[in-house]
């Protein structure tokens, strides 16, 4: 039995091996999606070149589709140009994981936007899509305004903020 040892652990290596390639070939093998925060940030780093192609393919199929007509109806390169701006009125971005629900198959990412002026939270809920996590859903953008914008000289402007949510309150890219 000691001598075939060294075959039989070769052979297990081997067949060990074989089965990979061949799942990764056959297509019966998937590579894990990564991290949703990745995706998240792809589309956020689309929006800042402008490139909406790039942008579009974050997200799911549905949404991706309707995304894509509002961009032909604006036209790609407005609508590339309408992220690039947006994009650039930010000073900053955060994004934090909302705890899982019941039975959820999904990650909930809030991003909250900050501008110089505000801070925009919205959610956005990620689900695989063929292998890879997708932007399926957006949540209720939530505006807060900021009681002194920010930049502004220590003691040259004072004010109240609030929070806006509903109708008004714009979605962050």
Excluded at 14 to 23: C, M, N, Q, Y
Excluded at 94 to 107: H, N
Aim: proline share 6%; glycine share 12%; hydrophobic share 40%.
């Amino acid at each position: 039995m000691r001598e075939r040892l060294p075959v039989l652990l070769t052979l297990v290596v081997v067949l060990a091996v074989g089965a990979t390639l061949a799942a990764r070939r056959g297509g019966w093998y998937q590579r894990p999606p990564g991290k949703a925060e990745d995706r998240l940030a792809a589309a956020m780093a689309a929006a800042s070149r402008g490139d909406t192609p790039a942008y579009l393919a974050c997200f799911s199929a549905s949404l991706g589709e309707a995304l894509g007509r509002a961009a032909a109806e604006v036209g790609h390169d407005a609508f590339g140009a309408e992220l690039q701006r947006r994009s650039r009125e930010m000073t900053g971005w955060a994004v934090s994981r909302v705890p899982p629900g019941d039975g959820r198959e999904s990650v909930i990412l809030r991003l909250e936007a900050v501008f110089r002026d505000r801070v925009e939270a919205q959610d956005y809920e990620l689900r695989t899509e063929a292998g890879r996590w997708r932007i399926a859903a957006l949540g209720q953008a939530r505006v807060t305004r900021m009681p002194i914008a920010y930049g502004t000289p220590v003691g040259a402007e004072t004010g109240a903020g609030n929070t806006t949510d509903g109708p008004g309150a714009q979605a962050t890219p």
